[in-house]
């Protein structure tokens, strides 16, 4: 079909159709990315491509429910240790990081040395002091101090870099985290390789790699962390986008019941 022929009727069509032969997730998702795609097309005033009103612009589709599947501490540690014994150091270090500080495994494997500067991890979204990374969907600036067990973790990493740079170009050793098989940074298909790992380990299906943002935040939650506190870390400029990964727990709501009317 000629994109300047999608109407608002195929587009329900076309939800519809991933409704219901697929999970509801993707009619979300993909319904949300057209729209995107759709603006692009309308805001380039030189090629329109025919394209005058957008079609996926008030959709009604279901929003999926947010996970709530989380790691435990406990969990944390057993892949770490499971990981060191396995010659998946680097996993190790990955997992510690985003569970520490509450970010995604795609923008930790991304880190590079210039992002460590006196024990600090340092990011900056306008590449002020010459650093290039930032974080994948908030693009948000972070800076803090790195706790005793990273910066543990680090001082094995700079061993490998230094041995990384006599074999690899500078454009592969610039990155903090590299393979421990292949010297090489991690691409995006990470998860398949960490997945095997938590599978040795025995950790259940319904805990994904991907999820140590929700889970970081809500370890800190647990220990009275406040939302203001919790944004800095995790680079978040509203409440509202903290939100999704906060989710209430009994652990809470005890701690504040017996503060407020005793045990």
Same mark, same amino acid.
């Given at each position: 079909?000629?994109?300047?022929?999608?109407?608002?009727?195929?587009?329900?069509?076309?939800?519809?159709?991933?409704?219901?032969?697929?999970?509801?997730?993707?009619?979300?998702?993909?319904?949300?990315?057209?729209?995107?795609?759709?603006?692009?097309?309308?805001?380039?005033?030189?090629?329109?491509?025919?394209?005058?009103?957008?079609?996926?612009?008030?959709?009604?589709?279901?929003?999926?429910?947010?996970?709530?599947?989380?790691?435990?501490?406990?969990?944390?540690?057993?892949?770490?240790?499971?990981?060191?014994?396995?010659?998946?150091?680097?996993?190790?270090?990955?997992?510690?990081?985003?569970?520490?500080?509450?970010?995604?495994?795609?923008?930790?494997?991304?880190?590079?040395?210039?992002?460590?500067?006196?024990?600090?991890?340092?990011?900056?979204?306008?590449?002020?002091?010459?650093?290039?990374?930032?974080?994948?969907?908030?693009?948000?600036?972070?800076?803090?101090?790195?706790?005793?067990?990273?910066?543990?973790?680090?001082?094995?990493?700079?061993?490998?870099?230094?041995?990384?740079?006599?074999?690899?170009?500078?454009?592969?050793?610039?990155?903090?985290?590299?393979?421990?098989?292949?010297?090489?940074?991690?691409?995006?298909?990470?998860?398949?390789?960490?997945?095997?790992?938590?599978?040795?380990?025995?950790?259940?299906?319904?805990?994904?790699?991907?999820?140590? #943002?929700?889970?970081?935040?809500?370890?800190?939650?647990?220990?009275?962390?406040?939302?203001?506190?919790?944004?800095?870390?995790?680079?978040?400029?509203? #409440?509202?986008?903290?939100?999704?990964?906060?989710?209430?727990?009994?652990?809470?709501?005890?701690?504040?019941?017996?503060?407020?009317?005793?045990?």
């Amino acid at each position: 079909m000629s994109i300047a022929n999608v109407s608002r009727k195929s587009a329900r069509a076309f939800i519809n159709h991933f409704a219901a032969t697929e999970d509801g997730n993707s009619a979300y998702t993909l319904t949300k990315i057209l729209r995107l795609i759709w603006n692009v097309a309308l805001q380039d005033e030189d090629d329109t491509c025919g394209v005058e009103l957008n079609p996926w612009t008030n959709q009604r589709v279901a929003k999926p429910k947010p996970r709530k599947a989380a790691w435990t501490e406990r969990q944390l540690l057993d892949f770490v240790k499971h990981a060191d014994n396995t010659f998946n150091y680097t996993f190790g270090s990955m997992a510690l990081f985003c569970f520490r500080l509450c970010q995604r495994p795609g923008d930790i494997r991304q880190l590079k040395w210039d992002n460590i500067n006196d024990n600090h991890l340092r990011v900056d979204t306008e590449g002020l002091i010459n650093l290039d990374f930032t974080q994948e969907k908030t693009g948000a600036e972070c800076w803090f101090e790195l706790p005793k067990e990273l910066r543990e973790r680090i001082k094995w990493h700079r061993e490998v870099h230094e041995i990384a740079k006599r074999i690899r170009p500078s454009s592969i050793t610039d990155y903090i985290f590299l393979s421990d098989k292949f010297l090489q940074p991690y691409d995006r298909y990470y998860y398949h390789d960490a997945r095997k790992v938590m599978d040795e380990v025995g950790l259940p299906q319904s805990i994904r790699f991907g999820e140590f #943002r929700r889970s970081g935040i809500s370890y800190m939650a647990d220990r009275d962390a406040t939302e203001d506190q919790m944004m800095a870390v995790t680079g978040h400029m509203t #409440r509202e986008g903290l939100s999704p990964y906060l989710h209430r727990s009994k652990k809470r709501a005890n701690q504040i019941l017996n503060k407020v009317y005793g045990d």
